[in-house]
């Protein structure tokens, strides 16, 4: 919470996106965040805006001085909320922490609307070292998972895969 009133007071705040140029700059960052990791494919902006005009859809972004340093696309269904995509420049605005901000914002605004959950979808593999995992844990969350990453056609491999990879 240090970090998220530090960045407050610079003046970084997270609201949802107001104009089409909002969204094709949060494209555009959401695009270049996902460059090199190639196991994460991004959808035409067209798909984005789409969902946005639903009402199943928010994007939010993260601001600061007028421009956008963060945001994350969040569906909801039911009770449930899901964050599908987080993208910040945080490296560039470390001392910021855009990603913390756009997170609890999101999660701020599912508390907000009542939904009962909030899913992150695509956190990561199982892996004892895995900074995003390991960031999306330290907003209170549990790890759920059922290890989909290790389907083989033999079922006994599957039970060591699970064995070896399962935190319990």
């Known amino acids: 919470m240090a970090k998220i009133e530090t960045a407050e007071k610079h003046g970084v705040y997270t609201r949802e996106i107001k104009n089409e140029d909002e969204l094709t700059e949060f494209y555009n960052l959401l695009r270049n965040y996902f460059r090199f990791k190639t196991r994460r494919s991004i ?20 601001i600061y001085k007028n421009k956008i340093i963060g945001g994350c696309v969040c569906l909801y269904s039911g009770k449930n909320a899901y964050m599908w995509y987080l ?33 992150f979808l695509d956190a990561g593999l199982p892996f004892r070292n895995n900074p995003f995992r390991d960031f999306i844990l330290s907003f209170g969350g549990k790890p759920v998972s059922k290890y989909r990453w290790f389907k083989f056609p033999l079922p006994y491999i599957n039970k060591v895969l699970s064995w070896c990879y399962n935190d319990k």
């Open 43 to 62: 959808p035409q902006k067209k798909m984005f805006c789409l969902l946005n005009s639903s009402g199943n859809s928010k994007t939010f972004v993260t």
């Open 87 to 119: 993208a910040s420049k945080r490296k560039t605005y470390i001392h910021l922490s855009p990603s913390s901000i756009t997170v609890w914002a999101a999660i701020k605004y599912a508390y907000a609307h009542e939904y009962e959950h909030i899913y």
